[in-house]
Nanobody, 119 residues
Framework: QVQLVESGGGLVQAGGSLRLSCVAS????????CAWYRQAPGKQRELVAQ???????NYADFVKGRFTISRDNAKNTMWLQMNSLRPEDTAVYYC?????????????WGQGTQVTVSS
């Protein structure tokens, strides 16, 4: 069974940086588009950034110039480098991936990692 596991969240002061990681495990044939989403308390989950298998990226306007998404296809790993963090970036961050694996091709979600930015 394919699983996504995030790590790297934590508490940071405004202006600081964090790097989130997401590792896919299990029987994996190919990972297509990957993405990071976030959900703040009382708000809907929103797209932060996405990256295709060929490394084409797309960012939400509210993170452009501050966050960078990347991936290593050989390691089934994706990252989100977050710089110049703001209190409004506080949320649970989830990785998401379109994966062809032992259970067919479908969308997978990680369990989430908390990012808290203090002012």
């Amino acid at each position: 069974q394919v699983q996504l596991v995030e790590s790297g969240g934590g508490l940071v002061q405004a202006g600081g940086s964090l790097r989130l990681s997401c590792v896919a495990s299990g029987i994996i044939y190919s990972i297509f588009t990957c993405a990071w989403y976030r959900q703040a308390p009382g708000k809907q989950r929103e797209l932060v950034a996405q990256i295709t298998r060929s490394a084409t990226t797309n960012y939400a306007d509210f993170v452009k110039g501050r966050f960078t998404i990347s991936r290593d296809n050989a390691k089934n790993t994706m990252w989100l480098q977050m710089n110049s963090l703001r209190p409004e970036d506080t949320a649970v961050y989830y990785c998401n991936a379109d994966i062809s694996g032992g259970d067919g091709r479908r969308e997978h979600w990680g369990q989430g990692t908390q990012v808290t930015v203090s002012s």
